[in-house]
Structure formats: structure tokens, C-alpha cells
């Protein structure tokens, strides 16, 4: 006992803050908030099987602990970088054994799930598909692609998602008053840029805060009326970043975001690259700027190449797929191509158009020659009849109306002489005669 005390009064700030409770954990409220399945299901200890998905630091073990707490059933944890289908077995036997004399089912809590190999995975899955266990895991990963398809069918998976900054800041200054479990006894005080930075440097890893502070706290001296003040240079230096001129809330976050997509549309790509990496070093949302370089691909590349939209697409499923800091090589990637390829705005000027006649102006309708003729009575109504099927033509194609009366004639779309977009021009110059 005395030893168990010993190692929780020296392990790191993190894990000396975790709450006992659901009560006290801070963020997930979509997920853990009162009266969410999740806090249901824990608080009437009826916990089916679960995956806790989401990015380091979000409270995917906090919560594991919490469950520990509450429930009555035995609980039991592995590690998967460490543990093998040995360690199941055991756990799986006296699981059995626990159940059989004494009624008491088993929650196994295994973090970093996704590390199992399929041979451990498969010792697993019978036993929790027969109710022997109830799975617990914790994965950084996409369980949907990192985890046996038959465990996440019998699981029910919560996306943790990263905690605001105002979540951290609570966390901060919680660490900072509790002397008991925190850093109160030291009387240490934070100036607010100084919050505000490990807050929004932290990208919603309370871990990550909780050790910065904890190292500020302890490295830095006090000053002459015995307090330590951590400022905004203390922070950086504890953060291992710089502080930016950087307002993700004010007019330098506009600024900036334009300077990135006027840069990509002028074919600056080193400019772009600059802007880039300006906003993920100050904790930009990287799913806001895949959105922009998307937005694009589309208004500004267009037609010229539309393998653009393709990259970028790509590029943007694969950050949400593997994230920060790793994603921002996806996200280089797109910033360059999209930078360098041709430019044309002729699809973004033609749907401008079309959507403003939409909106102004009235037509009688769909030509009757293009009207569905498929339900019963429509064909005596007109629907269909001589309509052309562009196929039945040479070069699968014969002049016929499409847009209502009002509008015919009309040319929305007029492609540009730039990149793959010249070969349309031509195509449709054919066509339209």
C-alpha cells in the first residue's frame, strides 16, 4: 500500500491529475456528458464492449481508469506493445474461473489495440463474442482499419476527439491550485500569454500541457517574493515552440489563410509552403486548411488539371487518417501541386452564372423530351417522346435542347486555354459549332 502511494506521489503531473470520476473529466461532452450512452452505461455499470478512438492525450485511458473505478466487475489491463496471446489466455482463464465461482465478469482493458497482430486479435474474439470479457480498447488508430473487422462489429466505438483550448486552460490552472494531487504547494503562477500559448500549442493534448507545465514548474526559481511566475518565454522553451504572431481568432489568422490560397492561385508554391507551415507550427486546424486547399483545387485549378481535385482529396483524407505531425507531408504535397498546376477559374464562373439564373430567372420547366418516362402514364403526358440517345449517334453524340425554352442557347461554361483545359475548349467548340 505504502509503496502503491509512493509511486502515485512520484509519477508525472499526468497521471497524478486523471480524475476518479466522470464528474471531474473535463471534454468529450458529446461522448461522457450525463445522460450520453457512454455515461450511462458506465455510471449503471452495464458496459458493453468498446473502442476509444482519438488522438495522444484526450482521455482514452483517463476514461478506462474511470470505468475501473465505477464498475464492480473485475477489471484487468494489458498493454498490447507488451503483452501476447500467453497473457490472454491467463487473463481469459481466470476470467472463466472469476465468472464460474463468484459471478463476477471481467472488463480487459488492452491500450494500444491496434498493436495486437492478427494471431492475438484472433485469440480474443471468441471470448468476448461468448461474454467471457468485455473489451475495453484504447487506439490512436482508425480502428476501422487497424483492428479485426469482427472485433469492431461487436464493439461500440467512441471517436475521442482533441480537447479545446479552453479545456486545457481549466486543466492548467486546476494543476497549478491542487496540492495534493498537483503543483499547489509550489505557489506557481502563469501569466495568461503564457497560458494561452501551452493551451493552444498543446492541439488538444492535455498531456502534453500537463508536462510542459509540470517542467516549468519545476526548473524554473522563484523570484525574490518567493513565487515562480511562468512567462511566455519559459512556456516556449518548456513547449519546445515559438511563439507566433498568430491569432487564430483574429485578423492574422484571415490574413494568413488568404496570403495561403491567393499564394496557391498566383503559382507561388513556395510562398504556399511558407504559409503552411506557418499555420501548423501555430496549431491551425489541419482539417481547415486541407478544406481550403479542396476549395482550390476546384475554384482556382479547375478543369486545367483535374487531377488537382484528386490530390487534394487524397491529401485530405489522408491527414484525418494519420494526423499531425506526420500529415503535414500530405499536406505539402497537395500545397505543391495545386500551386504549380494550371490555373482556370471557367467551372467556378460558370456555376456562379447558372446559380444567378436560377435564382432570377422563371422557366416553364424540364423540356418534355427529357422528363422521366419510366412511371406508368407518363408517356401520355409527352414525357420522353423524341428524345435522342446520344449513344444510338456517330461519336455518341446529336444536337439536341437541353436547358428549358427560356434558357436556350445559353453558355455558362467556357473553358479556358490552359492545361488539359484547351482540349475541352476544342471539344466544345466542335459540338457547339
Do not use: W
Amino acid at each position: 500500500m505504502q509503496r502503491e502511494k509512493t509511486l502515485k506521489r512520484e509519477s508525472p503531473l499526468a497521471s497524478r491529475m486523471r480524475p476518479d470520476n466522470l464528474e471531474d473529466f473535463l471534454g468529450q461532452e458529446d461522448i461522457v456528458g450525463k445522460g450520453t450512452l457512454l455515461y450511462r452505461a458506465i455510471v449503471a455499470d452495464k458496459l458493453p464492449c468498446i473502442i476509444l478512438y482519438g488522438p495522444p492525450g484526450t482521455g482514452k485511458t483517463t476514461l478506462a481508469k474511470i470505468i475501473a473505478n465505477t464498475t464492480k466487475s473485475n477489471f484487468t489491463q494489458l498493454n498490447a506493445t507488451t503483452s501476447g496471446v500467453k497473457d490472454i489466455k491467463e487473463t481469459v482463464t481466470e476470467a472463466k474461473t472469476r465468472l464460474g465461482t463468484s459471478g463476477k465478469r471481467t472488463i480487459l482493458f488492452i491500450d494500444e489495440i491496434h498493436r495486437f497482430n492478427k494471431a492475438q486479435q484472433d485469440a480474443l474474439l471468441p471470448h468476448v463474442e461468448d461474454g467471457t470479457l468485455i473489451l475495453v480498447g484504447a487506439t490512436t488508430e482508425n480502428p476501422y482499419f487497424e483492428v479485426n473487422k469482427a472485433l469492431v462489429s461487436r464493439s461500440v466505438i467512441f471517436k475521442l476527439t482533441p480537447l479545446s483550448a479552453e479545456n486545457i486552460k481549466e486543466l492548467i490552472l486546476k494543476a497549478l491550485s491542487d496540492g495534493e494531487k498537483g503543483l499547489g504547494l509550489y505557489g506557481a503562477e502563469i501569466e495568461p500569454n503564457a497560458l494561452e500559448f501551452i493551451a493552444d500549442m498543446a492541439n488538444g493534448d492535455a498531456r502534453g500541457a500537463l508536462n510542459a507545465i509540470e517542467l516549468a514548474v519545476l526548473t524554473t526559481p522563484p523570484q525574490d517574493d518567493g513565487k515562480i511566475k511562468i512567462d511566455l518565454q519559459t512556456a516556449q522553451q518548456c513547449m519546445q515552440k515559438r511563439a507566433l504572431n498568430y491569432d487564430k481568432n483574429g485578423d492574422n489568422h484571415y490574413d494568413t489563410i488568404s496570403a495561403f490560397i491567393k499564394s496557391m492561385r498566383g503559382s507561388d508554391p513556395d510562398a504556399a509552403l511558407y504559409y503552411l507551415a506557418k499555420m501548423v507550427h501555430a496549431g491551425e486546424d489541419p482539417k481547415f486548411i486541407s478544406r481550403r486547399i479542396v476549395i482550390c483545387a476546384s475554384e482556382d485549378v479547375g478543369n486545367a488539371d483535374p487531377h488537382a481535385l484528386m490530390v487534394a482529396i487524397a491529401a485530405a483524407r489522408a491527414v484525418e487518417y494519420i494526423g499531425l505531425p506526420e500529415g503535414i507531408l500530405n499536406l505539402a504535397q497537395a500545397v505543391t501541386y495545386v500551386a504549380c498546376a494550371p490555373k482556370s477559374n471557367a467551372s467556378t464562373v460558370a456555376i456562379s452564372k447558372a446559380m444567378d439564373d436560377v435564382q432570377k430567372k422563371s422557366v416553364s420547366g424540364v423540356p418534355l423530351h427529357l422528363r422521366d418516362s419510366h412511371y406508368p402514364g407518363a408517356a401520355q403526358f409527352g414525357h420522353g417522346t423524341d428524345y435522342k440517345y446520344a449513344h444510338d449517334y456517330p461519336g455518341n453524340y446529336v444536337k439536341q435542347q437541353y436547358l428549358p425554352d427560356e434558357l436556350a442557347g445559353t453558355i455558362y461554361y467556357e473553358p479556358s486555354e490552359n492545361g488539359v483545359e484547351k482540349k475541352i475548349k476544342e471539344a466544345l467548340a466542335r459540338i457547339r459549332g
